[in-house]
């Protein structure tokens, strides 16, 4: 459960169709997520992007610093719609 | 013959080939087929741009995604304290809020459940045990899938878009939903904070003190209860009802609420027991409402991105025509069609999202939308076109609806559909007929995108035009399966009598409307004014029937009779011993309808419970806005705010295998005393000489494989096979029908739901005639063990209707079709039975001819078996065949084998 490389799923031109592939948004042609991405990667915000994000140890959880009870929250989800998102 | 070696000189037969060498006149077909494979006379190609969308469909997985269900436990555990209405409207508008928006080249309609295309997410506040049970497993599948070789990244595996199996960074949940690997470690741990929180947990605590706990356990182990609907599906098979933000525009509801709230803050108005809570109620769908307008808004936002990062010229105004959709219906009343069509979809997402839902019935969406469409087309704003390619999206979008639910129920009972049931026609408030043109181009639209959602009912009425009859046949013809066909005026008979004492009339009985597969639901008029001009829409206004007892193993409870209670495949004592020696037919009725009562009265109480749990601290805001009288009363679903709540119920499977058995051993023990009762039972213990239909690897009768040494129950099982069947117009056997039917409807009124209402009889199958087939041993009527019970209610065992359709209809109508919630036949005939314009009448003339006799519902099959055939051995080739199979139509590929060997097995008509 490496998060080290980069997937489609990671950049803001891509929207997934499923979890094995989505559509790019450059090409229009459907690209795996698992697949190489290209030069023209964008990051999508997601909370392992965020700044408020920390790591607790745990390969994909970590917490939420931008509220005051600092809940717990998981490196993958998307951010788009986080008021609180902040690029790190 | 085809014969299969085992051993050296073993050699066993099949029963086809036993039947065909004893000369026993049971077979597949009614009339003789042509030798080649024929296939569907009706097909139409849909527009490139729906088609575009739907090939996307085929070649997407089932997906699961955890935003809305992360967002909404965030918020909801932060609330500990606060009312548990607002606190469920402060986590629903979260989750909804957070929701990211996908947008897909060439859309029109947009939104949905999820972020991805054909996406769905788990509710661990409905259920969590099966997260947190398959921890390890979860877990260790997801580690292993980080390790995956790439070669594997781009694996497909059977079963359509179902991913039965991990592979990949994909981990299959249940063999039906994918994750990603790296999305497991917050599942379990956001399942794992509602353990003892959720209504599963909680339900069941609380069940556990009725004391027929035990019995209701053992009842559902034994599987003659499919499963418990208050933490698996809530709500749905209902209608429901668009009105409220079509009339008014979300902020229009919001001021109502506001206005509302400043009426009943502080007073109770003789009420002392919920007349405070109105307050709450108030606030609550507020909140909800917010969460709605900021959803739709992000969307509008996402599609004003992609215009901007667009270069299609074409590509880019449409994102901008859909910016533009949103942000008025955000607010307003739909001005346009196109408005008013995303207004209704998005609603449906929104209530489908709130709860596990299935069968969210849109209702008679024709005329819902007939104000918008009437106008647009007469200003010229909208042609006929235009019109088909946006309802050819709409059903693309609604196939793309799925439900997250356990296994058992996605599988077992759904086949994965989810039952959003369209209804045409019927009647107008004053008794007109109500199809109008809209309808029309709803049922070309789905001749031309065949898809499973929304599956179409008409409203059978003898007032209904000609031309809007043949135009349903013809979409009938093309093999879909769809429109089902129910009976207005039986359905209208029956919501009187189970929502008169409610206050329903006639003229609002005739707003009736399927919900689910085909479930009478009860519903209303609303009066409806766009640009000055007045409405009546139809709508529903009752709460779910998905809920009750769900489902009964008719056979089983019978196998458990003449085994005093002992289930010989779970080797464990189900019902308390009758100890009876059955001497008599009569007796032995006797003891069948006590062991039926019994379960029902245990397995109501624990359901009363359940959804009880639910309502207390899970109740619908958005339903309970929706719905008439909610906003009216101030009252959620939960505080009986609905118009119509009598609408739990005890639903029942296999009634006609346990109808032949009974036949069977009336004739075959008590009358002709040709074997004893031990006899029989010896018989079915050793399933007549067969093999297991496990071991066989069907699920079909006639695929059965007889046992080497089996011979020694040819002579019983022959009897038995041609004793008197259902579907003959056999008075002998019909009897024994109509006296269930009337003991059995008449039965379910005496117990009563959470509500305080009275249950009433639910008859389909849906495809728990799969499961519960395969758990029920042998049966009198010649059926082996494991195989397949005879699909819905009123269709005859496969092979054993052998007097044409004519004398299957006064079979099935020996009885009063309107004391039940409905009915269910399904018909398979050949395509060349039907064939051209003189077939269509023909069909027409049949259905017409069923309905007279007062049946409730038909639906037809129009297919060669031998393509099914094909199909199951090739089903690469078969990824776009529809199929017909209890009360929807779902793709082939996603079924499973026992519901396909079912199929395949149903008798087939070559003319009619």
Sequence with gaps: MSQETLRHNDCLNFVAVDVTKGICRRTNELVLIDSEVCDCFTPLPKCKNCAFFKEDGQETIGTCTAEKNQPWTYKDLIAVTCEMYATK | MSEKSVGVQEVTRSLADILQEKGIPISFQYGKAPEEMVDREVKREPTPRAKKLRDLYFNTYSSVDLEFPYWYTRKYMELDNEVPIVRRALALKHAFSHLTPSIYPGELLVMGKAHYYRGSFPMPWLSESFYVAKEDELYQEALKRGSASSGELSKFGSGGGNVTKSFGNVVSIAGKFGIRSEEVPALIKLAKQWVGKSVEDLGHKYEMMVPEYELKEKLMRSLICMFDSGFTLPQGREVINYYYPLQYGFDGLIEICKQRKAEVAGKADGDGITGMDRLYYYDAVIHVIEGLQTWILNYAKEARRLAGITEDAVQKREYEEIAETLEWIAHYQPRTFREALQLTYTLHIAVLNEDAISGMSPGRLGQVLWPWYEQDTEAGRLTKEKTLELLECHRVKFTCIDCFASTGVVGGVLSGNTFNNLSMGGLTKDGDPASNDLEKLILESAMSLQSPQPTLSVLYDEKLPEDFLLKAIECVKTGTGYPAWMNNQIGIQFLLSQYGPEGMTLPEARAIAIGGCLETSPCTWHPLTLNGKKYWIPGGAGQPTSVGVHFIANPKILECVLFNGYDHRLKEQIFPPHNRKLETYEELWEVYKQYYEMAVDALCKCNNIQHDIWRKNNMTVINSFLKPDCLEKGRHIGQLGYRYNATFNVESCGTINMVNSLAALKKLVYEDKKYTLDQMREAILENFGFKTAHEVGSFSLFSQVKKVGGEKYDKIHSDCLLANKYGNDDPYVDGILREYEDWFCAMCHKFESLYGKPLYACQISVSTHGPQGAATLAT????????????????????????????????????????????????????????????????????????????????????????LKDAQAHPENYRDLLIRVAGFTQYWVELGKQIQDEVIARTEYEEV
Excluded at chain 2, 813 to 830: E, F, G, P, R, Y
Excluded at chain 2, 832 to 848: D, M, N, P, Q
């Design chain 2, 780 to 867: 009198p009527d010649g059926r082996l063990a494991g195989t397949t019970y005879a699909d819905g209610s009123m269709s005859a065992y496969p092979g054993t209707d052998r007097n044409g359709p004519y004398a299957l209809f006064n079979s099935a109508t020996v009885w009063d079709h309107a004391k039940s919630q409905n009915s269910q036949m399904n018909l398979k005939i050949h395509p060349s039975a039907v064939k051209g314009i003189e077939g269509s009448r023909k069909l027409l003339e049949l259905t017409r001819a069923y309905m007279r006799r007062g049946a409730f519902h038909i639906q037809y099959n129009i297919v060669d078996s031998k393509i």
